[in-house]
């Protein structure tokens, strides 16, 4: 299985500042059909994780801009420019390139 | 609007069975494949199966520590899948979410519904 690995596990965060979170696959996450199958999502407790990007830098619709993706290969960021006291909770990453979905272990994000 | 609602979580013995139902909403059934996903408290999610839609053949598969005591299945007729979960064991313990499979990604999910098995 494919072992996806967040860091940092905890993110103080200050609002109106930027944040960071990696997240580094055991294998490559390029498919056969050359997309790379990267996710992002938030989950705040007793709601629906909420995916914010897909294949490693599409921005879903409705998602703010302050939202973005970037990396390739077994390497991943997602970036906020400015923390809001809206993105408090969990966000966490999930490769979909492999048959068996795998997880990050989840950022959560306290301001 | 997508909705996907899961039911059915309940606290239940060790080697009891449950079935979890998923109604999915806003979106044409039949054309979709979804998935289970469980998170057990204090761990990260971990994938449990997906089924096809019927036009693909409808097949179910599954992760390899859920296999044989895990049954995915669905009725078009009713917007609905299903997780059929015999043999249960105190590691079953988890919030079990139903997702789409957009294909490589899970575009909406439900808010679970929680199972718990105790003696």
């Given at each position: 299985d494919v072992v996806m690995t967040q860091s940092p596990l905890s993110l103080p965060v200050t609002l109106g500042q930027p944040a960071s979170i990696s997240c580094r696959s055991s294998?490559?996450?390029?498919?056969?059909?050359?997309n790379t199958y990267l996710n992002w999502y938030h989950h705040r407790p007793g709601q629906s994780p909420r995916r914010l990007?897909?294949?490693?830098s599409n921005r879903d619709s409705g998602?703010?801009?302050r939202f973005s993706g970037s990396g390739s290969g077994t390497d991943f960021t997602l970036e906020i420019t400015r923390v809001e006291a809206e993105d408090v909770g969990i966000f966490f990453c999930m490769q979909g390139?492999?048959?068996?979905w795998t997880f990050g272990q989840g950022t959560k994000v306290e301001i | 609007e997508v909705q996907l609602v899961e039911s059915g979580g309940d606290l239940v013995k060790p080697g009891g069975s449950l079935r979890l139902s998923c109604v999915v909403s806003g979106l044409t059934f039949s054309n979709a494949k979804l998935n289970w996903v469980r998170q057990a408290p204090g761990k990260g999610l971990e994938w449990v199966g997906r089924i096809n839609k019927k036009v693909d053949g409808g097949a179910p598969s599954y992760a390899a520590p859920v296999s044989g005591r895990f049954s995915i299945s669905r009725d078009d007729s009713k917007d609905t899948m299903y997780l059929q979960i015999n043999?249960?064991?105190?590691?079953?313990t988890a919030v079990y979410y139903c997702t789409t499979d957009d294909g490589g990604s899970a575009a909406y999910w439900g808010r679970g519904t929680r199972v718990t098995v105790s003696s």
């Open positions: 294998q490559s996450l390029v498919h056969s059909n050359g990007i897909y294949k490693v998602v703010p801009d390139t492999h048959w068996l | 043999s249960l064991k105190t590691e079953d």
